[in-house]
């Protein structure tokens, strides 16, 4: 039987490659987690470190560029 391949229209990152990928780039210091917050059209990541909460927001390729308008 051959496999059928699904297109993905939506997949949620992993918060631990966030950290490493993305939260890397910032001054935000001894993260502790980086969780789905909330999942939609772009997803919220709760990012906690010690002492504070960030909001992360990662959104749809091609939302919102100059060709959407």
């Given amino acids: 039987m051959s496999q059928l391949l699904i297109p993905v229209i939506h997949s ?14 910032y001054p935000i210091r001894n993260i502790r987690s980086c969780k789905l ?9 709760l990012v906690e470190t010690e002492q504070e909460r960030y909001i992360l927001r990662v959104y749809r390729r091609g939302w919102r560029n100059k060709h959407s308008y």
């Fill in 12 to 25: 949620i990152p992993d918060g631990v490659a966030l950290i490493d990928t993305v939260l890397r780039h």
């Fill in 37 to 45: 917050y909330k999942g939609g059209l772009n997803d919220t990541y």
